[in-house]
């Protein structure tokens, strides 16, 4: 039975981390454009080019999306081609292009199938061979049992991005660039000024203030939730998205971090890399406390191209080797089960009933 997922990761989130800006009212005709766009691009077939810098290590997906069930991937980290991915229907396959990167990819021993054909696909993988697992496609959702935090699996963060950006929406208020508009801060934008020439929109995130302890409400600590640190922008042309930009700027608020919450993070000798982990890791270890997904501190862009075009995505033929891909993160015939909401052998990778788990922002 074919999996009919959506290319987006649902969920949906609270406020109870946020600053109370952070929930207000958006300009709800702002955001209807923007959703519109989202949900126009998505159902089209299109290329893409997915960049992340985090924790020192900059990843890359380059990929080709034909409909919501097929699309073919290949991720580079630090400029090194590492992986490739096509998934049809039911069906993925994945050859590992640097065997040195393999625990980067390794699903956690705890989720690993101990068999015969799992060792196979270790060894198949590790020989640079692809492996074809007829059952094991990712099902592009959190899972019950296998929280996908953001920078675990660089293949499903690349294609979730649409709703990720549908989350962000839900927290923060939209608005449109206006270089004229009194809030706007030129001196904090890191991102392209599109000009009345282009025909390109953008439609940028407010980032909410840094939270105060006094704002503590429901018995839980109040610490700083992702939109007090993010900036992103959407640019749309022809009512199509073209280009999603993120940066989780910490370094900015440091300044309110250490007034806010009583902290040095401004002394002599500290640099600012240092601050911002002592910051983050701290605020992490409240966020994981409290079950939300910890912050990442990254930049993050993702560019489309040639959308709506014809597209072909097929499985390779060539050389390939059957074999149980649960050794990899998030693939595999467990990920199907656990994405099923099933416990028997006899399942297949349908999209069924699984929990989603709601990321803090």
């Known amino acids: 039975m074919s999996r009919r997922w959506r290319l987006v990761a649902l969920g949906m989130a609270t406020c109870s981390l946020l600053p109370l800006a952070a929930c207000g009212k958006p300009d709800e005709s702002v955001a209807r454009e923007l959703r519109l766009a989202l949900d126009r691009t998505e159902r089209l077939s299109r290329e893409f080019v997915y960049e992340e810098v985090a924790?020192?290590?900059?990843?890359?997906?380059?990929?080709?999306?034909d409909d919501d069930f097929r699309f073919k991937a290949r991720v580079d980290v630090n400029g090194q081609p590492a992986l490739e991915e096509t998934v049809s229907d039911d069906a993925v396959a994945n050859r590992l292009l640097q065997p040195a990167l393999l625990p980067l990819f390794q699903a956690p021993s705890s989720l690993a199938v101990a068999s015969v054909s799992a060792d196979r696909a270790v060894d198949a993988l590790s020989s640079g061979h692809w492996v074809l697992d007829k059952a094991g496609a990712p099902p592009l959702v959190n899972r019950s049992g296998d929280r996908l935090n953001l920078g675990a699996d660089p293949v499903h963060d690349s294609l979730t991005v649409f709703g990720y950006v549908e989350n962000a929406m839900r927290l923060t208020r939209v608005r449109k660039y206006?270089?004229?508009?009194?809030?706007y801060r030129p001196a904090e934008d890191p991102f392209p000024r599109p000009t009345k020439e282009s025909g390109v929109t953008r439609y940028d995130f407010v980032r909410a203030r840094v939270p105060r302890p006094s704002d503590a409400a429901g018995g839980n600590q109040v610490v700083p939730g992702i939109t007090s640190f993010r900036k992103m922008a959407v640019y749309v042309k022809d009512g199509l998205v073209i280009d999603i930009r993120e940066d989780v700027d910490v370094v900015s608020r440091l300044r309110d971090l250490s007034k806010n919450y009583n902290i040095d993070l401004n002394r002599p000798g500290l640099t600012d890399q240092e601050a911002v982990k002592i910051a983050v890791d701290a605020i992490n270890a409240v966020l994981r406390g409290q079950g939300n997904e910890p912050i990442r501190v990254r930049k993050m862009r993702l560019q489309f191209r040639n959308v709506g075009a014809e597209a072909s995505v097929a499985l390779p033929t060539d050389g390939v080797i059957e074999a149980d891909l649960s050794v990899l993160r998030g693939r595999g015939r467990s990920a199907s089960l656990v994405s099923n909401g099933s416990g028997d052998s006899g399942g297949s990778g349908s999209s069924g009933s699984a929990t989603t788990t709601t990321p803090s922002g």
């Open 178 to 183: 206006d270089k004229f508009d009194l809030e």
């Open 55 to 65: 924790d020192d290590r900059n990843v890359a997906v380059r990929g080709v999306i």
